[in-house]
C-alpha cells in the first residue's frame, strides 16, 4: 500500500494579484485545451466500448484510459499544489496485495473506482469550463473596450451583442461598464475555481484522518505480522540448524572423554571434529545475528551493508546503489531484509546462475530497490514463507511491495519505502 497524507492549505507566498493572474491564465489555457482532451478521452471510451467484444481489443483500449485519466488527475492535483501550495499529497498510483498478472489486473480495477483520481479529473473539467468563460469574457473586455472609441468615428451606430445596434452616443458607456463587468466575471471566475479546487482535490480533515487511520492500522498489523514471522524463522533456524549441531558437539565430546584414556588417538580425532562442528556453529549464529540486525548497515550504510551481502551470496550478484544520502533506518533496515530474503530465494529455489540488485533514492525521499534473477520463475507469496515476511516487513515501514515471477521466469522484485518511515 502507498501512505498518502496531505496538510492543510497553505498560503501562497505570491502576492494575491499575481496568484489571480497565473490563476486565469492558466484557465485560459485550460479552456483552449479542454475540449481536445475530453474529446480525445471519450473517443478513447466509445472504441473500447465499440471493440470490448472484439478479440478482446476494447479491454486495452479501457485499460489504457484508466492510465490516461490517472495521468490527468495526476497533472491537476501537482497543478493545483502548485499555484496554491496547498500541501497535498501526489496522485499515485493504487496497488494490490496480489502478485503477477492477478495483481496488475486487481490495481488497475482499483485505479477505476478512485475516488481522489475522479475528484480530480471533475476539478479539471471544471476548469476546462471555467477558462472557456474566461475566453468569452476575455473577448467581451475587448469588445467593450473597442466601442468605447466609437465616438471618434464616423458611424452613428455601433453593433452590439447578438446582432444588436447601439447609438454611437451611448457607445463610451456601455463599452465602460462592459469592461468592468468582464474584468469582475474574469477575476470572479478565478477566485471562485480557488474555492471548488481546494473543497474538491484537497482532502476533507475526516477523509485525511480516516486515510491515516487506515494505513497507520495496516502498518501496525504489517508489523505485527513481521515480527511473528521472523520469530518463527529465529526458531526454526535454531531448531533445526545450530541446536543439532550443538548437540552433535555435545555428544562427540562425550564419546572423547571416555575414549580419552583408553584410545588417545581416537580421542584426538573426535576432539578435533568437534572443534570444526562448533566453528560452523558459530558461523550459523553469526548468520543468524546478520539476519536479526546489520551493524554494518547503521556503521556505513544501506550501500556497505549490501556490498558485504552481495559478496556472502551463493550466487554472483551484480550490485547498482545510487544514493545521494542517508534515509531513516528503519527503511533502510526494510530494503535490507527484502533484499537479503530476496537473495536468498534465488539461491535456494530459483535455481538462478545470477541476480542483479538496483537501489535508488527517488525524488520525494523514497528508496526504491529492485532485486532480478535468471531462475525458473513461479514465485508465490506463501502465508509464512519468506515473501510473505518481505510483504509484511516493507508494509509495517509504510511502503509497497510488487512480485512478478511469471512460470519460467525470470522473477523480479521491486519494493518502495518512503525515508521518513
Known amino acids: 500500500m502507498t501512505t498518502q497524507t496531505a496538510t492543510p492549505p497553505q498560503e501562497n507566498p505570491a502576492r494575491p494579484p499575481l496568484r489571480i493572474l ?26 473500447g466500448l465499440g471493440l470490448l467484444f472484439v478479440f478482446g481489443i476494447g479491454i486495452f483500449l479501457l485499460i489504457g484510459l484508466v492510465y490516461a485519466l490517472f495521468g490527468l488527475g495526476w497533472f491537476e492535483v501537482a497543478r493545483i499544489d502548485a499555484l496554491y501550495r496547498a500541501g497535498i499529497a501526489p496522485l499515485r498510483l493504487r496497488s494490490s496485495a496480489r502478485t503477477g498478472f492477478a495483481g496488475w489486473l486487481a490495481s488497475i480495477g482499483r485505479q477505476s473506482i ?32 473597442f466601442i468605447s472609441f466609437a465616438p471618434f468615428t464616423s458611424e452613428e451606430t455601433v453593433i452590439g451583442p447578438f446582432g444588436s445596434t447601439i447609438e454611437t452616443g451611448w457607445a463610451p458607456l456601455i463599452g465602460i461598464l ?28 475526516e477523509a485525511e484522518l480516516t486515510e491515516k487511520v487506515r494505513a497507520t ?9 513481521a515480527a511473528d514471522l521472523e520469530r518463527t524463522r529465529i526458531e526454526r533456524d535454531l531448531h533445526d540448524g545450530v541446536q543439532p549441531r550443538l548437540v552433535s558437539v555435545g555428544m562427540t565430546l562425550g564419546l572423547a572423554q571416555q575414549k580419552i584414556d583408553d584410545d588417545p588417538a581416537a580421542a584426538k580425532d573426535l576432539i578435533a571434529e568437534a572443534h570444526t562442528s562448533t566453528k560452523a556453529a558459530i558461523t550459523e549464529l553469526r548468520q543468524l545475528a546478520r539476519g536479526i540486525h546489520a551493524s554494518v548497515l547503521d556503521d ?3 550501500d556497505a551493508a549490501l556490498s558485504a551481502l552481495a559478496g556472502r551470496s551463493h550466487i554472483p550478484v551484480s550490485l547498482d546503489v545510487r544514493m545521494d544520502g542517508r534515509c531513516s533506518r528503519d527503511a533502510e533496515a526494510a530494503v535490507y531484509f527484502a533484499i537479503a530474503e530476496s537473495l536468498t530465494n534465488a539461491a535456494k529455489h530459483s535455481r538462478a546462475s545470477e541476480a542483479r540488485v538496483i537501489v535508488r533514492l527517488r525524488e520525494g525521499s523514497t528508496l526504491w530497490a529492485r532485486v532480478e534473477d535468471n531462475g525458473m520463475g513461479g514465485a508465490q507469496v506463501q502465508p509464512g514463507g519468506g515473501l510473505d515476511g518481505i510483504a509484511n516487513r516493507i508494509l509495517a515501514a509504510g511502503g509497497t511491495f510488487r512480485l512478478d515471477s511469471p512460470q519460467g521466469g525470470p522473477t523480479s522484485l521491486e519494493v518502495n519505502v518512503p525515508c521518513a518511515s
Not at 183 to 205: D, E, N, Q, T, Y
Open 300 to 302: 556505513r550504510g544501506l
Open 178 to 205: 462592459g469592461v468592468l463587468a468582464s474584468a469582475a466575471g474574469i477575476v470572479g471566475i478565478a477566485l471562485l475555481h480557488r474555492v471548488l479546487a481546494l473543497a474538491i482535490v484537497v482532502p476533507s480533515r
Open 22 to 47: 497565473l490563476t486565469i491564465l492558466e484557465l485560459a489555457g485550460l479552456g483552449v485545451l479542454g475540449a481536445a482532451i475530453f474529446g480525445g478521452l471519450s473517443g478513447l471510451f466509445g472504441a
Open 217 to 225: 492500522t495496516a502498518q501496525r498489523e504489517g508489523a505485527v505480522r
Open 114 to 145: 478512485d475516488g481522489r483520481m475522479w475528484r480530480a479529473v471533475a476539478n479539471f473539467a471544471l476548469a476546462c469550463i471555467g477558462g472557456a468563460v474566461v475566453l468569452r469574457l476575455f473577448w467581451s473586455l475587448v469588445w467593450s473596450a
